[in-house]
Structure formats: structure tokens, C-alpha cells
């Protein structure tokens, strides 16, 4: 029998951020759509490029499809809101990460973070989500694709832990990052978020990488 899962349908999570914004986490639904367009909206135009490496001003409706209608299997999006009582709801953040079709044991994976609830520890919590729901659905490595010639990596790369694969071919560099255990309820403080996956998805919503085609298409469908 299979056990049931932690992340699934049901999945509701409620948080405060450090600077006291209650938050509620659950899976992204296919009505989310409008949501999801008015929190790309409130984005700025820095946060716009470090996401999609590009001057970006608005989702199309195939983006909005592509963001919001996901099989939670193979591609996975946890959103995040505003827990008060505003209406319509405002989202803050959202994380996703998508199975390889040839290695249905790697994703690549990506967080997106609304400015004003920046550096309040949402990333961390995201990312801790990220990997609990993808040890649920047997995913055991995130994979991130970079261009082999991005020069800020250097430093990067001297910070990541042994459990990492890098290849670099054609002008890419290909990093593989074994997953650490992350209990479904782990707090933000925890110490797995240190992880050299947390790392480079910390640089890439500062804009400090420069991300492949391969990692793009997870925001640019």
C-alpha cells in the first residue's frame, strides 16, 4: 500500500516570516492564474530580470497555463499567501521544481520570491518544502544548468559541499546536487537550507547567475 503523502491536495502550512507577515503555503491550483499574474505584476523590474534573464512585462495566457496547470508528479509548485484578509488573496512567492523526462530521479528547480518579503526567511522555507516534496515522489537530486563562462561562479562553486556533480560541455555547466533529508514540517532555521542547492537558488533570485536555456524555460514556457 502506498502511504499517503504529505504534499498533496489538502496540503495547507501557516507561518509568520521574521518580520511578523503571516504567510499560508499550499499547491498551486489551475484558478491561480489571475493570482499569479497580479504577483508578477507587483514584481520589480530587477526581480522581473533575475527570473527571466530578459526584460519581461507581462505572463501570456500559455505561461499562465504552463505555471498553473501542473500534475503535482512530475511538476511540482507550491505557492505562497498573504494570510489575512484581503481580497483577492496576495500571493508572495511561489517554488516549483520539474522531473526529468530521461532521469525521473533529478528536477530542476526554482523559487521566485515577491520583493517585499525578501530576506524575511521565505526562501528557506520554500526551499525546505521543495525537497521534502520531492523525496515524496522519489526525486533523490536537483539539477541546475549554467553558462560554463559565468565568471561569478568560481566563488560559488568553492562554497559547494562534496555531494555535487559538475560537467561542463558546449559552453554549459551542468551542476547535479544530491537532495539532503528535509522532514515535511522542518522548520525555516534548519540546517539543510546551508546546502549548496540553496546556495545557487539564492544566487539566481539575486541575479548573480547566469542561467541556461535548460532552467529559464521552468518560469518562461
Known amino acids: ?3 499517503p503523502r504529505f504534499f498533496s491536495s489538502d496540503y495547507v502550512e501557516r507561518a509568520v516570516l521574521r518580520d511578523g507577515t503571516p ?3 499550499r499547491l498551486v491550483r489551475p484558478d491561480d492564474k489571475e493570482l499569479l499574474r ?8 530587477a526581480s522581473r530580470y533575475a ?4 526584460p519581461k512585462m507581462e505572463l501570456s495566457d500559455d505561461e499562465l497555463r504552463y505555471l498553473c496547470e501542473v500534475d ?3 511538476h511540482v509548485a507550491i505557492g505562497v499567501l498573504r494570510d489575512d484578509d484581503h481580497d483577492p488573496p496576495i500571493g508572495l512567492g511561489i517554488g516549483r521544481f520539474i522531473r526529468l523526462s530521461d532521469r525521473p530521479d533529478t528536477a530542476e528547480a526554482a523559487i521566485a520570491i515577491s520583493d517585499e518579503v525578501q530576506h524575511q526567511g521565505l526562501g528557506r522555507l520554500l526551499l525546505l518544502r521543495l525537497i521534502a516534496a520531492a523525496s515524496e515522489r522519489g526525486i533523490r537530486r536537483f539539477r541546475c544548468e549554467l553558462l ?3 565568471t561569478r561562479m568560481a566563488a560559488l562553486l568553492a562554497q559547494i559541499s562534496p555531494d555535487r556533480t559538475i560537467d561542463v560541455g558546449a559552453g554549459v555547466m551542468s551542476i547535479e546536487i544530491e537532495l539532503p533529508w528535509v522532514g515535511p514540517t522542518e522548520p525555516e532555521t534548519a540546517a539543510p537550507v546551508q546546502s549548496s542547492i540553496y546556495r545557487l537558488l539564492r544566487a539566481a533570485a539575486q541575479n548573480a547567475l547566469e542561467w541556461t536555456d535548460a532552467v529559464r524555460r521552468l518560469w518562461r514556457r
Open 1 to 3: 500500500m502506498t502511504e
Open 23 to 25: 504567510v499560508r503555503l
Open 38 to 45: 497580479a504577483g508578477f505584476e507587483r514584481l520589480s523590474q
Open 51 to 54: 527570473r527571466f534573464m530578459a
Open 72 to 74: 503535482h508528479e512530475n
Open 148 to 150: 560554463g563562462t559565468n
